[in-house]
């Protein structure tokens, strides 16, 4: 913002920038806009000011409505105002700002947070802004759309979510297994929703799929292609095994032959960011799989023709929101950066976020409301294709609600329909802290990628480094300034501390934080 002065300059700025271009609003907002401001008398601003006045009144129709001509006075407004600011350099900003240190070095200013990342100054001297990669839910000239996403565990789930606007429904390994796929989607309409499937080596999945799409092309009198995503995930521990390129292999080439529009295959970092790792770690480890998958492909000659455009990466979201937003583009950025260092085309990859529960509350649980709302709102400023908001009752002993689930649906709504945060795309670009946390994200995400690979066999998953770097982001996080639920395993940072055991699930990812913490209570 431009200094305040004593003529109202700064303020006719601002009107310059909000209304210079012919829009909607009452006759006594015109005539409040002319007497709002004070300037003195004989100014640029009170002559602009009546200049105003009377064009904006000439030129009101019956509606209220601001007529064509208008915008040239306030271009003209604009262009005046800025011209009564001397430029400022560097130089000058410098000296000045050494005088108000009182003889301490500029350098002092700069900081570092809890985890590392910087806080440096910028000046105007510094580096251009890279902006986000393409996304792959939509162009940039759409804005930035995003998909409604959420968990289904039965029938009633998919019908209750259908209803209320969701527009990827996502089918848990245990839905699959006790309902069936075809008694899951009996009634949807596959050409209307995104499907995404967690159970892809449920028995019969395929097949089951492949019968609703027949019944429904019946239906519809037409061929039916429905889109979504049936993905492996690389970075489980049994696709580590000796057999697990070619079951890979198979299931790629299986439901790539029958729905062409669905992603395959894919990484899913949210498990071990939930377990307390940092985001530039989560992101190397990532990196190191999709490195081992085209290391196998490679050995086949097939490296850079391999399904690159079927990933599907999947996040968990903080309520940090402008560190979070800035971890998703900094992945999106990376991913760019990984199929240049191989040589393979640039394709934009689909990224699910969805709300990461290691700050949640248990026994209190409408406190996460407010951090499932800053989840989804990082989530959405990141440029997620697709995001899925947990019920904020998800940690409740008694379980979820199906109040719980509808507010989590509408927190993306409102993002949507009162926030309209789908219509600017990249909204964050240019801003100097985001570009700058995004960049140091990146950096060290390539930086620890890097040394994975010089120094870790790629024939066995690298487990020591894994639990080292969940148990250091832990302790990063008990040094954090943000506000800390009293149940929640961050709150033993006053005065214990955190949890020095890593759990695995029989997949081999990390059970949560606060899992681990709770059954440490049981046992206890």
């Given amino acids: 913002c431009l200094p305040i002065r004593s003529d109202g300059v700064y303020r006719w700025v601002i009107c310059a920038e ?30 602009l000011a009546t200049r105003m006045s009377r064009a904006t009144k000439s030129r009101m129709s019956h509606s209220g409505r601001l007529m064509d001509g208008s915008s040239l006075i306030f271009a003209h407004m604009k262009e005046q105002a800025l011209a009564a600011f001397p430029a400022l350099t560097t130089s000058k900003w410098e000296e000045i700002a050494s005088k108000s240190l009182k003889g301490k070095d500029l350098e002092s200013l700069v900081s570092s947070r809890f985890d590392g990342l910087d806080l440096p100054l910028w000046r105007s001297d510094s580096p251009e802004v890279e902006g986000m990669p393409p996304r792959a839910v939509a162009k940039p000239e759409a804005g930035m759309p995003w998909e409604i996403q959420q968990t289904c565990d039965g029938p009633a789930d998919v019908l209750e979510a259908l209803a209320n606007g969701v527009q990827g429904l996502r089918l848990s390994a245990s839905a699959c297994e006790s309902n069936g796929l075809e008694a899951l989607l009996d009634g949807v309409y596959l050409e209307m929703v995104r499907l995404h499937l967690d159970g892809p080596e449920a028995t019969g999945l395929l097949r089951g799929l492949m019968n609703l799409q027949k019944r429904r092309a ?95 990466l999947q996040w968990a979201v903080g309520s940090e929101v402008l560190v979070e937003a800035a971890g998703l583009r900094a992945l999106r950025r990376v991913w760019s950066q990984f199929l240049a260092s191989k040589g393979i085309a640039d394709v934009p990859v689909w990224i699910d976020a969805m709300t990461n529960p290691i700050r949640f509350e248990r026994w209190q649980p409408e406190d996460n409301l407010l951090r499932c709302t800053a989840s989804g709102y990082a989530a959405v400023l990141g440029g997620a294709d697709g995001v899925e908001i947990l019920p904020h009752d998800v940690l409740a002993p008694e379980g979820m609600s199906a109040r719980s689930r509808r507010w989590a649906r509408n927190i993306q709504h409102l993002l949507i329909e009162e926030s309209r945060l789908h ?36 024939a066995s998953r690298p487990d020591g480094w894994l639990t080292e770097r969940i148990l250091a982001g832990r302790l990063h996080r008990l040094k954090e300034g943000m506000f800390r639920p009293s149940d929640a395993p961050a709150a033993h940072g006053r005065g214990m501390e955190a949890p020095q055991e890593v759990v695995w699930d029989e997949l081999g990812r990390p059970l949560p934080w606060h899992l681990v913490d709770h059954l440490k209570t049981q046992e206890a």
């Fill in 18 to 47: 909000v209304f210079k271009t012919p829009q909607s609003f009452p006759q006594s907002r015109c005539r409040t806009m002319a007497g709002l401001w004070a300037p003195t008398k004989g100014s640029a601003a009170t002559i």
């Fill in 218 to 312: 019946d239906a519809l009198q037409q061929p039916l292609n429905p889109s979504g995503a049936c993905t492996l995930d690389i970075l489980r521990k049994d696709w580590w095994m000796t057999d697990g390129p070619a079951r890979l292999d198979r299931h790629v080439a299986s439901w790539g032959a029958a729905f062409p529009n669905f992603r395959t295959w894919g990484a899913d970092a949210s498990p071990w960011l939930a377990a307390g790792m940092d985001a530039a770690d989560a992101m190397a480890w990532l990196l190191f799989g999709l490195h081992r998958q085209w290391t196998i492909w490679q050995s086949q000659n097939r490296g850079n023709q391999g399904p690159w455009h079927a990933v599907v």
């Fill in 423 to 458: 219509a600017t795309s990249d909204p964050l670009k240019g801003s100097r802290w985001v570009e700058t946390a995004t960049a140091q994200i990146a950096e060290l995400a390539w930086r620890n990628y890097q040394d994975l690979i010089q120094h870790t066999d790629l």
